[in-house]
């Protein structure tokens, strides 16, 4: 079935992954490309609507391309009910402080997963002390008790960061971290983000082995360990 949204995508993109889960969330039907990760194999047409030629892309009615999973996260979410943002602006706007935060968050998640050797990898694990820590303080402050960033229903906040936990998590399986567990807020929310219907729904099948196969094929030393 021809759907009205189309999303270009890598099988492992955690970008591609948050503008999924709002998919999933909101019950929009929708169809998925996966575009070739390597350079010089992504296609004409891919190429002339994705600027930075990169995923996600969510192609509407064939029509309009939209890029920057950010945009393409905030545009569902102001056409398609129901409403992931919460009604409150101020609590709107400090959901949109936090989901800005993210590419911090990421940063210190996979620059860990793509060290190249042992030392690189334990000094990058270091640095994601200080944004567990800021999310697990927010958490902590947020007045509610969740088990998701705004209470019991997901929201943009949640469908961003929900695939880096789940890295964090998928290294941690590799590789003892012992890191999620000093700050309880964050791992609370982690194991909620991951039980999620939209987040479980919002990857290929088998995703933990096909993200493990991409860390080999990336030739990164964390792959060493898979299968050990
Ligand atoms: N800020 C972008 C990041 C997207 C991104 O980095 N996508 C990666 C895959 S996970 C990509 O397409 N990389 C291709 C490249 O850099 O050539 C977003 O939120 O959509």
């Not at 969330?25 to 575009?35: H, L, M, P, R």
């Not at 941690?172 to 000093?182: F, N």
């Amino acid at each position: 079935m021809t759907a009205k949204y189309l999303l270009c995508s890598f099988k492992t993109c955690p970008w591609v992954q948050r503008a999924a889960i709002v998919l999933r969330e909101k019950q929009i039907a929708y169809n998925i490309t996966y575009i070739d990760a390597d350079k010089a194999k992504r296609p004409r047409w891919f190429l002339d609507i994705s600027p930075h030629a990169k995923v996600p892309v969510l192609q509407i009615d064939g029509q309009h391309a939209l890029f920057e999973s950010n945009a393409i996260a905030e545009y569902l979410d102001e056409t398609i009910a129901p409403r992931l943002h919460p009604e409150d602006p101020i609590a709107r706007a400090r959901n949109r402080a936090w989901t800005d935060y993210v590419s911090t968050f990421a940063s210190a998640v996979s620059d860990t997963a793509y060290a190249d050797t042992d030392e690189e990898f334990s000094a990058r694990s270091v640095r994601m002390h200080e944004p567990f820590g800021k999310l697990d303080a927010a958490l902590a402050q947020r007045g509610n008790a969740g088990p998701f960033f705004n209470g019991t229903k997901l929201s943009l906040v949640d469908a961003a960061y929900a695939p880096f936990l789940q890295r964090y998590t998928f290294m941690a399986r590799l590789r003892t971290l012992g890191i999620i567990e000093k700050y309880p807020h964050l791992a609370a929310w982690r194991d909620a983000l991951l039980a999620a219907p939209a987040v479980q729904a919002s990857t290929v099948a088998n995703f933990e082995a096909v993200w493990r196969q991409n860390l080999i094929a990336r030739g990164r030393w964390l792959g060493k360990f898979v299968g050990g």
